[in-house]
């Protein structure tokens, strides 16, 4: 057995919160009489319909195509007809231009078959990963083909699968590492051609027993000489999953300040995208699904479901059996980095991997009140910032002088927040300071 | 006292002495070489400036706006917006640029969610800024267009021309100068600046649907355009989601149309703009209001 692995600096220990939905096995939602499809769902400009209202879709069809720059295609997650364009709630944004597709209900779903994917090229296999959509959907969302076509002056000798799904309650990536073990090893496989390199980890927290065996298994059964995916189960510390975290965790390689982990000869994909991948890739199907977890004390019935992109959160509710009289607060994302939103009206989009119903004693409502400079929260900064400071000068109103604390190195993980005894929105601070400070 | 001693002081003495002497002649060669040959029309520019430091020209501070004035032949010399008038023709002078007209503006606020009992769709917990609070899904007002009404614009504006009455704020004419400072504070975007001579205004800046406008506000806009098709001066668009009047349009037309646009209305919230007494008239209600 390996030692378990960690990153050096910072971080913090909330309680996993998992036990409401680790156990059940994804279940697949019954698709709604309609799904508004968000036009910007990855990093880049958004989408340009290439349909308009009236139009029949298939399922799996190209809807929206990225005319300049960075982007990905994206697709109608069921067959039917294109109601009308408008726009639709968002956690970050509140509301963005979407598509509105009306369901086919007598459609019969589209059956995809394997391809002989090793015959292909890198570049047919980059296409074909292009082609489908395929975003970092673990994290930001964005397009892995880019992250697959590392600038030669860096070139990549290992490949990280990020299974740690550090965030409290999310056991989406958990269910799926157990329910998808090998179509995950394959999209791992696939990459490791495209990127030209032999050796993949698949990174996991110790608190995952079943998924380090499982996908050990899985592992242990593709790797030849030629190739190796190992496991690594890596300590119980948040946050384990955060990109230049787990590089330091798996292969003690710091990634420096503002530049990506191809500097470092390393490209990292959350297991859901290697997954999409091997949809993408052997299957030749378009990303227009997602495993989500539904939990948290405030919903009737929590569950991993598997749902079309373009669900609405109140399609899920009603699903699911409808809020309970205790609901507080509702999170898009995880409870560490996740957004609160008001609004049940807002579909799913490629990122969305959990929308937690919580009530109120899983939330902390105090009102913050002044630093008490413990320094706590420059303890636990895993990027060795100091938060602290940032909220200060944004309460005196000096926002754009922050810089010099590296607010633009913060990746707003929320350990700051999590610890401060004082209950300052540090994470708030950062964000304002962000917009408002000098790069 | 120790022979040994006195000649050790006296020697620390005399090299700090030397030091000094050194550094100060350093300097004062520097200066020299580095001089920098001070533009007098500059200085006599800046001094004709308000000297309010507000940043509403667009250059950081008065003596950017100096320098760009006097330097750059594109920059107009009517941009010092609490001077008005005075200045602008003494900057003109001064410059020797042509006098452009100035304008009387003031800022106007967008939004009438009080009269239109906009209710809160979150409690909001966390820094009380209207920055801080619309990061967290567009802020507690069911409205996503609204003011916040935590202050922002108050809080920005160098001239102290803003009040927050029961969390609303509003502008005082005798102090407003029109320089924008709160028009770029503000994080919804529902300050404008607009010309003390208009005659009409929609204090609204919703860009949603009229169905959904209708859910969550008594007055919005709910962009049916009845406005732009009656207005016979053709002074009113609905564009990217909002109703903008063409002011100089307006006024140029003339009383004759009788505000039909503000008669149309369905939402009464285009309404007449009676300037200053208008202003002092919804600061009043708002007052009685809290
Ligand atoms: S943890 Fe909170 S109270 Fe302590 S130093 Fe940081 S901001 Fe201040
Ligand atoms: S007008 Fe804008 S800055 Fe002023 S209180 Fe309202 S939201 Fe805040
Ligand atoms: S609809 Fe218009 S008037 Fe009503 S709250 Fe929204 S912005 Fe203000
Ligand atoms: S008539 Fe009134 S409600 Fe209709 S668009 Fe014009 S301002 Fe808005």
């Keep these: 057995m390996t030692s378990l692995l960690t990153f050096p600096k910072g971080g913090v220990h909330p309680p996993a919160s998992k036990g409401l939905t680790e156990n059940l096995a994804i279940e697949v939602m019954a698709t709604p009489d309609e799904l508004e499809i968000i036009l910007g769902q990855h990093i880049g400009a958004p989408c340009t319909p290439t349909v308009a209202p009236k139009d029949a879709v298939q399922e799996g069809q190209v ?22 364009f408008g726009m639709s709630g968002h956690p970050m944004r509140v509301s963005a231009p979407s598509i509105t597709i009306q369901t086919n209900k007598e459609a019969a779903p589209v059956q995809y078959s394997r391809c002989d994917w090793q015959k292909l090229a890198k570049e047919e296999l980059l296409a074909k990963v292009h082609g489908a959509g395929i975003i970092g959907i673990g994290g930001a969302g964005f397009p892995s083909h880019v992250k697959l076509s590392p600038p030669p002056d860096n070139p990549v000798d290992t ?15 958990h269910r799926q590492m157990l329910e998808r073990a090998q179509e995950i090893v394959e999209g791992a496989l696939v990459i490791l051609k495209i990127l030209g390199i032999t050796k993949c980890f698949i990174g996991i927290e110790n608190n995952k027993p079943d998924a380090i065996k499982t996908m050990t ?12 995916v190992v496991v690594q189960p890596l300590q119980v510390k948040y946050p384990q999953g955060s990109e230049k975290q787990l590089i330091q965790a798996i292969t003690g390689r710091k990634v420096p300040g503002f530049a990506l982990p191809s500097a470092v000869g390393v490209v990292v994909h959350n297991v859901s995208t290697a997954r999409a ?43 699911l059996g409808g809020v309970t009289p205790e609901l507080a607060k509702i999170v898009m994302g995880g409870p560490m980095m996740g957004f609160a939103v008001s609004s049940l009206d807002i579909p799913v989009t490629k990122t969305t991997s959990s929308v937690l119903f919580l009530a109120e004693d899983e939330i902390d409502t105090t009102p913050h009140s002044q630093c008490i400079r413990c320094g706590w929260c420059l303890e636990a900064c895993p990027m060795g910032l100091e938060p602290k400071e940032v909220g200060l000068y944004v309460e005196a109103g ?35 300071a962000k917009m408002k400070a000098k790069r | 006292m120790d022979p040994a001693l006195v000649k050790l002081a006296l020697g620390g003495i005399a090299l700090l002495g030397c030091i000094g002497l050194f550094f100060g002649i350093g300097l004062a060669l520097a200066a020299h070489k580095f001089a920098v040959e001070a533009n007098p029309l500059i200085e006599e520019v800046l001094e004709s400036l308000a000297g309010a430091q507000c940043g509403g020209c667009g250059y950081p501070g008065c003596e950017g706006y100096a320098i760009a004035v006097v330097t ?9 917006f609490p001077g008005k008038e005075k200045v602008a023709e003494r900057v003109a002078q001064l410059t020797g640029k042509k006098m452009t007209a100035v304008e009387d503006m003031i800022a106007l606020v967008r939004c009438s969610r009080k009269e239109g009992r906009v209710s809160h769709k979150h409690e909001y917990i966390g820094f009380a800024s209207c920055t801080a609070a619309n990061l967290g899904f567009g802020g507690p007002s069911s409205c996503n267009y609204s003011c916040i009404g935590l202050g922002e614009c108050a809080e920005s504006c160098p001239f102290d021309a803003i009040a927050m009455v029961d969390g609303f704020p509003v502008v005082n004419p005798d102090k407003c100068v029109a320089c924008g400072t709160c028009v770029r504070a503000c994080p919804k975007k529902v300050i404008e600046l607009m010309s003390l001579k208009a005659r009409v205004h929609v204090p609204c800046s919703t860009k949603d649907l ?7 506000c008594e007055v919005g806009c709910i962009s049916c355009q009845m406005c732009v098709k009656k207005c016979p001066a053709e002074a009113i668009a609905y564009t990217d989601g909002l109703i903008t009047i063409d002011h100089p349009k307006c006024i140029a037309y003339g009383p004759e149309c009788q505000e039909i646009c503000v008669e149309k209305c369905p939402r009464n919230i285009m309404r007449k703009y009676e300037g200053r007494v208008a202003i002092a008239r919804q600061a009043d209600g708002l007052k009685m209001a809290s």
């Design chain 1, 63 to 84: 809807i929206g195509e990225v005319t300049k720059g960075l982007g990905v295609p994206l697709h109608a997650p069921v067959a039917g007809t294109i109601k009308s």
């Design chain 1, 159 to 173: 490949l990280i699968l990020n299974g740690a799904e550090c965030e409290p309650y999310i056991t989406a990536d």
């Design chain 1, 217 to 228: 298994e899985a592992a242990a059964a593709v790797s030849t000489p030629e190739h190796t």
């Design chain 1, 277 to 319: 991948i091997y949809d993408a890739v052997v299957l030749s199907k378009p990303l227009y699904e997602k495993v989500m977890t539904i939990s948290g004390k405030g919903i009737k019935r929590p569950a991993n479901l598997l749902v079309k992109v373009g669900t609405k959160v109140s399609d899920i509710v009603e699903y």
């Design chain 1, 398 to 432: 000096r926002p754009q002088d922050t810089g010099q604390f590296g607010v633009f190195e913060c990746f707003e993980c929320g350990c700051c927040a999590y610890v401060c005894p004082a209950k300052r929105p540090l994470v708030q601070f950062v964000r304002l």
């Design chain 2, 72 to 80: 750059n032949p594109e920059v107009p010399p009517n941009l010092c």
């Design chain 2, 210 to 216: 009229g169905k959904n406008v209708r859910k969550v």
